[in-house]
């Protein structure tokens, strides 16, 4: 491969017309759904059931015929007449790699690929991190925490930039300090709240991110951080960096979204996911643009082809073209179908909470979010940390902090309990649980 000096890892792909982009969207569209159709035993039945086949896609609107999977379809077919189950659409022979989600909401899943899903993977991947800049000068750490997980081998992705690649995984904090002081690193992968206490935690050992490591750049994935403004921008801070939000699904890529220099949403490999938004209640069909909750349909996965797969993530798809140049529509995630609770009729995001929390000064940017019933109706506590030299009192705290959230979701919290720097037990090296739910009826 010669030496690439576009600001593009694949100018022709990710510049070319919606035209041509849903041209070929739809040649691997009618392609793929005939052969998840020929190959899935789940397919066959369940296309035959809702009384639609393959053929009758004749444009990318009529995706909307087909019926849903989601997480649960995933569980119910794995293992199921294969070790590989019946989603998937190829022999165990093809598969070459397999990566499992956290678990983190129930039994595992797995998500199977073939040498050519595999391929295109991390050809995807090297184009997200050539779009944040990641040049063959760069050393990049891969210190993304979650073993087995999808966003594992993406540093082979990093390595195809010709960056210099350094395999971290799960290493102990102290570990990690030690590979950023020693190599001196330009570019690193991790969750956000880790970016944030892995600043924090070289601050207390002496090391000054901003003039003893050489961090340039940071991505963050797992968690919403990076594209909350406030979160960004104070790891931004306390690193000298710039921070990018990449968004990963375990059921498709590492990261199937990224940022690009722009930060105003995150550019979607459209070549390899067709992307619906509907209502997250009744599984209508929303216009583009509008909010809901993302539905996937994966175009070029052999193995394990995702037709209409429910994300569970809210959100919305702008697919005007960016200032950037490119023309692969971008996404805005605003949080997990989960994490939105309903209060006083507002629907309100832990991101929300989050963006408010992270812009106050005063406090630790920690919290816990309780949701639970009271008087038959849904409400809302938070829980915070004041800093250690913050000189309000707990009262002054937890009236602004009030304040500030009826400001910018439209209602108060029920209480807000104030606890002193580090007393919140929410730090982690994983994804933070910064949500509970107490309610006795959750609904769908
Ligand atoms: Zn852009």
Redesign the pocket.
């Known amino acids: 491969m010669g030496i690439n000096n576009s600001k593009y890892w694949n100018e022709a792909l990710e510049t070319q017309s919606r035209d041509e982009l849903e041209a070929q969207q739809l040649k691997d569209l009618k392609e793929i759904v005939q052969f998840a159709y020929d190959n899935a035993p789940y397919y066959k039945r369940s296309f035959d059931a809702a009384g639609v086949k393959p053929s009758d896609i004749k444009t990318l609107k009529d995706i909307e015929k087909f019926p849903f999977i989601n997480k649960k379809t995933q569980r119910e077919t794995q293992g199921v007449g294969s070790f590989l189950g019946e989603l998937c659409a190829v022999p165990e022979d093809e598969v070459v790699f397999i990566s499992t989600s956290s678990g983190s909401t129930g039994v595992p899943t797995i998500s199977p690929f073939t040498a050519k899903d595999f391929d295109e993977f991390q050809d995807t991947e090297a184009r997200w991190f050539w779009q944040v800049g990641v040049r063959p000068q760069d050393r990049y750490v891969h210190a993304l925490n979650f073993s087995l997980y999808v966003g594992g081998p993406d540093v082979i992705g990093a390595q195809r930039t010709g960056a210099l690649c350094i395999w971290g995984g799960t290493l102990p904090s102290e570990r990690l300090l030690w590979v950023l002081k020693t190599y001196q690193p330009t570019v690193i992968w991790t969750s956000p709240s880790y970016a944030w206490q892995l600043g924090e935690k070289a601050l207390k050992q002496g090391i000054d991110p901003k003039k003893d490591l050489n961090i340039k750049k940071i991505i963050v994935a797992g968690e919403l951080g990076g594209s909350i403004d406030a979160t960004r921008h104070a790891i931004e801070e306390l690193w000298g960096a710039q921070v990018y939000d990449f968004y990963g699904l375990s059921d498709i890529f590492g990261a199937c979204a990224a940022m ?3 930060k ?1 949403g995150l ?1 979607i490999a459209e070549n390899h996911i067709l992307v619906e938004t509907v209502d997250p209640q009744t599984g209508r069909v929303l216009p583009p643009g509008s909010k809901g909750e993302f539905v996937f349909t994966t175009l070029r996965k052999h193995a394990r082809p995702l037709i209409r797969f429910r994300t569970g993530d809210i959100g919305w798809i702008d697919t005007t073209k ?3 140049g ?1 023309t692969h529509g ?1 996404i805005h995630v605003l949080g997990r179908k989960d994490d939105m609770f309903i209060v006083s009729a507002v629907n309100v995001f832990t991101s929300d909470v989050e963006a408010v929390i992270r812009g106050i000064s005063g406090i630790t940017g920690e919290y816990l979010i309780r949701i639970f019933e009271k008087d038959f109706t849904c409400k809302y506590s938070v829980e915070i940390e004041t800093k250690f030299d913050n000189k309000q009192s707990d009262e002054e705290v937890a009236t602004l902090v009030s304040n500030s959230l009826k400001a910018r979701i439209g209602v108060k919290p029920y209480t807000v309990v104030v606890h002193k720097d580090g007393d919140l037990n929410t730090r982690s090296e994983h994804k933070s649980k910064r949500v509970i739910d107490e309610r006795t009826q959750k609904p769908e």
């Open positions: 690009c220099e722009y105003d550019h960016c200032k950037c490119r971008r």
